[in-house]
């Protein structure tokens, strides 16, 4: 009974790496009550004498003058206030420090960065934290909560009372160690670990070399390079006592804090750029072998063969400028073909995800005394705010919030809110009967919020609503997010909706009709020449039905076809028929039965969800990352999985078919977008829109809008369980 807490602090400490262990050894030490026990424990927590004098990093020093000030002040950012407790070390181009979120008692990385003082004027410095809070997050552009090993920051804070301050919010596994700092303290890594440790590495840059980002702003970017990989951008984590390579310290963000004599740079994912980050993993691999940084470890082991000859001459080969790997995950599939990798188990990536899950332990017994309870209490109070290892992305990777009741410190009062008029979302807020009979999206968020009330009113386009929010005339929008934002807007994304192009479906006439005919798809191009076209009623090389051309009223799915397919559309000049969405479908049935007369029209795919007299063909062209098609997508899948057809009568299978939640996911379909809230980055401003999102984000909220006709940002129809979950639990 006597050694529990000898167990205790042993079982802490040797969850961490060696020089963090040292670090807090030597903390721990200060503290008189603790001293002897820590003594007791020295031989076993150090049994290697090179760790004893192995030198206590930065994190046990006194910070740098510069840095003090910092020390105990508050910062507060759009998601949460964070106190900086202490200083760690300087990295990067910032300085860099644990704190604590006070919303959430959570452990925090914060990193200061300063604009060199007199080096810009107010505007250049003012323009650099601008593009700080833009680039300073890494989401995917598709809404996505993927997880890969990179520090993915919570918040980029511009300081409002200086132009020259920004800070990066961070998960505490930033406090983690970089590689220069563990190999200094610790031995090489044994083969096969260094085996698995590159495979985790390419692994990563092949997954940010190959999505699409969002910024801050709204702008997509495609591919994301880390522009400075080496031992001091990349941290050791331990977790589940397994190590995990983490990626740090972007460039995009890391740069703007440079002298203004260094230019910034905008690098793009090409041949160059991969093979220049493909050259450091191969660096870092012979670093991790090596159990030292610097160009010792390069020399040595690329000339000759150590215990892993296979490995190392993977790694030469990576190593050439003109290696024969054109991108990492040519690499990464090259490193898993290695003979003799293991003996008699094939290579497993571990789950950092799964690993970070506490393991069962032993109970304490149930006699414990009151002065070890003490002792317990105050070792857990005083390594609380330092512990390293907390999953970065363990809070983006969590169950979906379930219920609009669940979502906490939501703005009361009356707001104002914005959508196009006549649009997607406008027709989403008509919608009755969702989920439950009488219920629609806004009463929902009544009864579930009901001290918060919002106005809607409508705008007359997507760039009058962003205005109006700019302007502050309302508290956010709603709208399809197309390109990119001003800097001081933020958008978080909702569902998405994409436009339908869509011919009569007769199934009585169908081997007559255009989808027949078209065989069921149109390419973007053809779309444009019927568009174009200054003959009344045009014809399509693949059909002889003359067509008649339609639009909807709908300003939004006009100010997205005009974007996306032709603009501007000269509605007098190519005498398209213009009318409200049922009325053109309408019109296009009665049209081809009475006239035999070929029409298409187009209009947002919300609202033509569960009509079955026009059939929306599949579109080929660039999709949304510009990405040219060898095939046409359509956007309906009946529920085994298989597209629409021109056979397949839509009016006598109502019910099932779906929206193919994947193609507007990944962009696939070549005319779909996302709907995004839409909202200032002031932080002055109530935060009424990052809650919306978050309201309109759950799973019920994502069920709701799928019932209305929206896509949702999840295939809700796969996942029977939370169905029901939802079905029981709507208020």
Same mark, same amino acid.
């Given at each position: 009974?006597?050694?529990?807490?000898?167990?205790?602090?042993?079982?802490?400490?040797?969850?961490?790496?060696?020089?963090?262990?040292?670090?807090?050894?030597?903390?721990?030490?200060?503290?008189?009550?603790?001293?002897?026990?820590?003594?007791?424990? !020295?031989?076993?927590?150090?049994?290697?004498?090179?760790?004893?004098?192995? $030198?206590?990093?930065?994190? &046990?020093?006194?910070?740098?003058?510069?840095?003090?000030?910092?020390?105990? *002040?508050?910062?507060?950012?759009?998601?949460?206030?964070?106190?900086?407790?202490?200083? %760690?070390?300087?990295?990067?181009?910032?300085?860099?420090?644990?704190? =604590? /979120?006070?919303?959430?008692?959570?452990?925090?990385?914060? #990193?200061?960065?300063?604009?060199?003082?007199?080096?810009?004027?107010?505007?250049?410095?003012?323009?650099?934290?601008?593009?700080?809070?833009?680039?300073?997050?890494?989401?995917?552009?598709?809404?996505?909560?993927?997880?890969?090993?990179?520090?993915?920051?919570?918040?980029?804070?511009?300081?409002? &009372?200086?132009?020259?301050? /920004?800070?990066?919010?961070?998960?505490?596994?930033?406090?983690?160690?970089?590689?220069?700092?563990?190999?200094?303290?610790?031995?090489?890594?044994?083969?096969?670990?260094?085996?698995?440790?590159?495979?985790?590495?390419?692994?990563?840059?092949?997954?940010?070399? &190959?999505?699409?980002?969002?910024?801050?702003?709204?702008?997509?970017?495609?591919?994301? @390079?880390?522009?400075?990989?080496?031992?001091?951008?990349?941290?050791?984590?331990?977790?589940?006592?397994?190590?995990?390579?983490?990626?740090?310290?972007?460039?995009?963000?890391? %740069?703007?804090?440079?002298?203004?004599?260094?230019?910034?740079?905008?690098?793009?994912?090409?041949?160059?750029?991969? %093979?220049?980050?493909?050259?450091?993993?191969?660096?870092?691999?012979?670093?991790?072998?090596?159990? *030292?940084?610097?160009?010792?470890?390069?020399?040595?082991?690329?000339?000759?063969?150590?215990?892993?000859?296979?490995?190392?001459?993977?790694?030469?080969?990576?190593?050439?400028?003109?290696?024969?790997?054109?991108?990492?995950?040519?690499?990464?599939?090259?490193?898993?073909?290695?003979?003799? @990798?293991?003996?008699?188990? $094939?290579? =497993?990536?571990?789950?950092? +995800?799964?690993?970070?899950? $506490?393991?069962?332990?032993?109970?304490?017994?149930?006699?414990?005394?009151?002065?070890?309870?003490?002792?317990?209490?105050?070792?857990?109070?005083?390594?609380?705010?330092?512990?390293?290892?907390?999953?970065?992305?363990?809070?983006?990777?969590?169950?979906?919030?379930?219920?609009?009741?669940?979502?906490?410190?939501?703005?009361?009062?009356?707001?104002?809110?914005?959508?196009?008029? %006549?649009?997607?979302?406008?027709?989403?807020?008509?919608?009755?009967?969702?989920?439950? !009979?009488?219920?629609?999206?806004?009463?929902?968020?009544?009864?579930?919020?009901?001290?918060?009330?919002?106005?809607?009113?409508?705008?007359?386009?997507?760039?009058?609503?962003?205005?109006?929010?700019?302007?502050?005339?309302?508290?956010?929008?709603?709208?399809?997010?197309?390109?990119?934002?001003? =800097?001081?807007?933020?958008?978080?994304?909702?569902?998405?909706?994409?436009?339908?192009?869509?011919?009569?479906?007769?199934?009585? +006439?169908? #081997?007559?009709? @255009?989808?027949?005919?078209?065989?069921?798809?149109?390419?973007?191009?053809?779309?444009?020449?019927?568009?174009?076209?200054?003959?009344?009623?045009?014809?399509?090389?693949?059909?002889?039905?003359?067509?008649?051309?339609?639009? $909807?009223?709908?300003?939004?799915?006009?100010?997205?076809?005009?974007?996306?397919?032709?603009?501007?559309?000269?509605?007098?000049? @190519?005498?398209?028929?213009?009318?409200?969405?049922?009325?053109?479908?309408?019109?296009?049935?009665?049209?081809?039965?009475?006239?035999?007369?070929?029409?298409?029209?187009?209009?947002?795919?919300?609202?033509? !969800?569960?009509?079955?007299?026009?059939?929306?063909?599949?579109?080929?062209?660039?999709?949304?990352?510009?990405?040219?098609?060898?095939?046409?997508?359509?956007?309906?899948?009946?529920?085994?999985?298989?597209?629409?057809?021109?056979?397949?009568?839509?009016?006598?299978?109502?019910?099932?078919?779906?929206?193919?939640?994947? =193609?507007?996911?990944?962009?696939?379909?070549?005319?779909?977008?996302?709907?995004?809230?839409?909202?200032?980055?002031?932080?002055?401003?109530?935060?009424?829109?990052?809650?919306?999102?978050?309201?309109?984000?759950?799973?019920?909220?994502? !069920?709701?809008?799928?019932?209305?006709?929206?896509?949702?940002?999840?295939?809700?129809?796969?996942?029977?369980?939370?169905?029901?979950?939802?079905? &029981?639990?709507?208020?």
């Amino acid at each position: 009974m006597t050694k529990i807490p000898q167990i205790l602090l042993k079982a802490y400490l040797r969850r961490n790496p060696v020089h963090l262990r040292l670090n807090q050894f030597n903390f721990l030490s200060r503290y008189s009550w603790l001293k002897n026990i820590l003594e007791e424990l !020295r031989p076993e927590l150090f049994p290697d004498k090179t760790v004893a004098e192995a $030198p206590v990093l930065t994190a &046990s020093l006194e910070p740098p003058e510069s840095a003090v000030h910092f020390i105990g *002040q508050t910062v507060r950012g759009q998601l949460g206030s964070y106190i900086v407790e202490r200083w %760690q070390e300087a990295r990067g181009r910032g300085q860099l420090f644990e704190g =604590v /979120c006070l919303e959430s008692g959570e452990a925090v990385s914060i #990193k200061e960065f300063l604009l060199a003082p007199g080096a810009f004027n107010s505007r250049e410095a003012q323009g650099r934290q601008n593009r700080f809070t833009n680039v300073g997050l890494l989401r995917l552009a598709d809404g996505r909560q993927s997880h890969f090993r990179a520090i993915r920051p919570i918040e980029a804070i511009a300081d409002s &009372s200086s132009d020259q301050r /920004c800070y990066l919010i961070a998960p505490a596994t930033d406090l983690s160690p970089t590689l220069r700092a563990y190999l200094a303290t610790a031995a090489a890594v044994p083969p096969v670990q260094a085996r698995r440790l590159i495979a985790q590495l390419l692994q990563t840059i092949d997954f940010l070399h &190959s999505q699409s980002f969002s910024l801050a702003n709204g702008q997509s970017q495609a591919g994301l @390079l880390h522009g400075h990989l080496g031992p001091d951008s990349v941290l050791w984590s331990e977790q589940g006592g397994e190590p995990f390579l983490y990626l740090c310290d972007f460039q995009q963000w890391e %740069q703007l804090f440079a002298p203004p004599a260094i230019a910034l740079e905008h690098p793009q994912v090409n041949r160059a750029t991969v %093979q220049k980050e493909l050259q450091a993993v191969a660096e870092i691999g012979f670093y991790l072998l090596k159990g *030292q940084v610097g160009p010792e470890a390069l020399n040595e082991l690329a000339q000759k063969a150590g215990n892993d000859p296979d490995f190392e001459q993977f790694l030469r080969q990576l190593l050439k400028p003109s290696s024969d790997f054109a991108n990492a995950a040519k690499a990464h599939q090259a490193l898993l073909r290695l003979p003799s @990798l293991y003996s008699n188990e $094939p290579m =497993v990536l571990p789950d950092a +995800e799964a690993n970070t899950k $506490p393991k069962q332990r032993s109970k304490l017994p149930l006699l414990a005394s009151l002065s070890t309870l003490v002792i317990l209490g105050g070792i857990a109070w005083t390594l609380r705010p330092r512990s390293p290892l907390q999953n970065p992305v363990a809070s983006a990777d969590q169950p979906p919030v379930c219920c609009l009741t669940e979502i906490s410190a939501v703005p009361t009062g009356r707001f104002t809110y914005t959508a196009v008029d %006549q649009g997607s979302w406008q027709f989403v807020m008509q919608q009755q009967h969702l989920l439950k !009979r009488g219920q629609s999206l806004s009463n929902a968020i009544s009864l579930a919020q009901p001290d918060v009330e919002l106005n809607y009113q409508p705008s007359s386009s997507i760039s009058a609503a962003l205005k109006r929010v700019e302007q502050g005339d309302v508290d956010f929008a709603v709208v399809p997010l197309l390109a990119s934002l001003p =800097v001081n807007l933020i958008a978080q994304p909702l569902a998405y909706d994409g436009l339908a192009v869509v011919v009569p479906f007769s199934y009585a +006439e169908r #081997k007559k009709g @255009l989808p027949t005919t078209l065989k069921g798809q149109i390419s973007l191009q053809e779309v444009e020449a019927l568009y174009s076209s200054s003959q009344r009623e045009p014809k399509l090389p693949r059909s002889s039905l003359p067509i008649e051309r339609f639009a $909807p009223i709908n300003a939004e799915a006009i100010e997205v076809f005009e974007q996306q397919v032709i603009a501007p559309l000269d509605f007098n000049e @190519l005498g398209l028929a213009q009318a409200p969405t049922l009325t053109m479908l309408r019109s296009l049935i009665n049209r081809f039965e009475a006239d035999r007369l070929g029409g298409i029209g187009f209009t947002s795919f919300s609202q033509i !969800r569960g009509q079955c007299s026009v059939y929306p063909l599949a579109i080929q062209g660039p999709n949304r990352q510009g990405q040219a098609q060898r095939h046409a997508v359509q956007p309906l899948i009946l529920t085994n999985g298989e597209d629409i057809t021109p056979e397949t009568d839509l009016c006598d299978r109502k019910g099932n078919y779906k929206p193919n939640v994947a =193609v507007f996911q990944n962009g696939d379909y070549p005319l779909s977008y996302p709907i995004a809230v839409v909202y200032a980055s002031d932080n002055r401003r109530i935060p009424i829109g990052r809650k919306f999102a978050e309201l309109i984000q759950t799973t019920e909220g994502q !069920r709701l809008l799928s019932d209305a006709g929206l896509v949702p940002l999840e295939d809700f129809w796969t996942r029977s369980q939370a169905s029901a979950s939802i079905t &029981s639990s709507s208020p």
